[in-house]
């Protein structure tokens, strides 16, 4: 689906204080940007940022990145985060492309990684293009602290399936995994529901969901 432009999408996020310019110039010091030494957790792939910024407002002592690629889908972010007073102190939002993150991030700088019905990029020649391929991983793994994790959500059983083969052959581990995640008494515990979540699971789709590390 082609994403409609918002002219007034970029001079918004220009002028937000929690927009960041520049972010590679943070690269290694990102705590003194937050003025703490809390973990660090990105979503990448924020879309409208209800998920992450549910939960900055739950965890006051983990600090929250949210990075989103298109202006005009990180503008409803902003409008959302703007109007919550006072907006969460923890958060921050990135305007960039996924492959930059090891240009943004230094060596183990994060400590959780959050993928959520991220798009699945359906055809083979694609495959590279995906969230959860080797060479996403392979980016993932400059970045995520030694004990960090990465949690990955989708409704497309296909990339689900992927995943699970893709983690294992590129040196990661899956720690647990489950088909149907809101009938998972374990895998649903403290579960946030995204835009997309609500929208497919009331459709009856089941959701799936991975967490994984290396």
Known sequence: MRLR??????????????????PAT??????????????IHIKVGMGKGRFIIQLAQKN???NYIGI??????????????????PPPANLRFLCIDAE????????????????????????KRHAKRRLTS???LARYNQILAEKGVLEFKTDNKLLFDFSLEEIPNSNWKIDAYTYDLHHDSFMNQDNIFTEYEDKFS?????IYKLIASR
């Open 5 to 22: 432009n918002i002219p007034i999408a970029d001079e918004i996020i220009e002028s937000n204080p929690f927009c960041i310019k520049d």
């Open 26 to 39: 943070h690269q290694g010091c990102w705590h003194t940007l937050f003025e703490n030494d809390y973990p």
């Open 60 to 62: 006051p002592s983990i």
């Open 68 to 85: 989103e690629k298109y202006t005009s889908v990180l503008l409803r972010a902003v409008q959302k985060l703007e109007s919550i007073t």
């Open 100 to 123: 930059e993150l090891p240009n943004v991030f230094a060596l183990g700088e994060i400590s959780k990684i959050y993928l959520n019905f991220s798009d699945p990029w359906p055809k």
């Open 134 to 136: 080797k060479e996403f």
């Open 202 to 206: 009331s459709l009856g789709n089941p």
